[in-house]
């Protein structure tokens, strides 16, 4: 019994992969719950099975793609200074965006619950750039700037790339604006 729950846990886990992927490639909005199910190769019970509707899986989904990304971006900020903390984790934040297409991107923009789950995560990324600094400004290694300042202005950019702004203003993706971003902000508080 144990090896068949593994299974299906492991096919569960394998599916929702296969449907971010699908997600993150092509976007969601213009799919059905037969043409996802036809892509993945699975029935649309199956695909009950990891949310009850198209709209629950989507929301589902980004949750999912946030999840890993804050993840893998926090496993970046292992360094010891704070301009490559700061580097890393603004950096590793456009890497884990890069893989989303601009359909995905303007999809999750229009459908309010997966723009909320976006969001939420720009003002926790927000917050932890904050950290980030003040950390940076107590040992020395920023000038004494006003960190609360610093990560407003950090934030009000992640929102104007978050709504796709900087994407219509500059031409930059999201993961390219996120590296810009690093760049521009270390350079100017550096001691």
């Known amino acids: ?39 993945l190769k699975c029935s649309k019970s199956t695909l009950y099975t990891l949310a009850g509707s198209k709209e629950q ?64 995560n720009t003002r926790i990324a927000a917050s932890r750039v904050q950290e980030l600094i003040t950390d940076g400004v107590n040992a020395g290694d920023f000038r004494r700037v006003h960190a609360a300042f610093a990560a407003d202005l950090v934030a009000a950019m992640m929102v104007r790339i978050q709504q796709g702004a900087v994407r219509a203003g500059t031409g930059l993706d999201d993961g390219s604006a996120y590296r810009e971003l690093a760049r521009i902000v270390t350079m100017g508080i550096s001691a």
């Not at 593994?6 to 092509?26: G, H, K, P, Q």
């Not at 976007?27 to 059905?32: P, Q, S």
């Not at 970046?76 to 995905?104: H, K």
């Open 57 to 120: 899986l989507v929301t589902s989904a980004t949750v999912h793609f946030f999840k890993r990304a804050t993840e893998r971006v926090e496993a970046t900020v292992a360094a010891s200074d704070a301009r490559e903390r700061i580097s890393a984790y603004l950096g590793a934040v456009g890497r884990e965006l890069s893989v989303a297409s601009e359909r995905f991107m303007a999809d999750l923009d229009a459908f309010a619950p997966a723009r909320q789950v976006y969001e939420r």
């Open 1 to 39: 019994m144990e090896q068949r729950s593994s299974f299906a846990t492991a096919r569960r886990t394998e599916l929702f992969d296969e449907l971010l992927a699908l997600f993150l490639a092509e976007g969601f909005a213009h799919l059905t719950l037969d043409a996802i199910a036809a892509r």
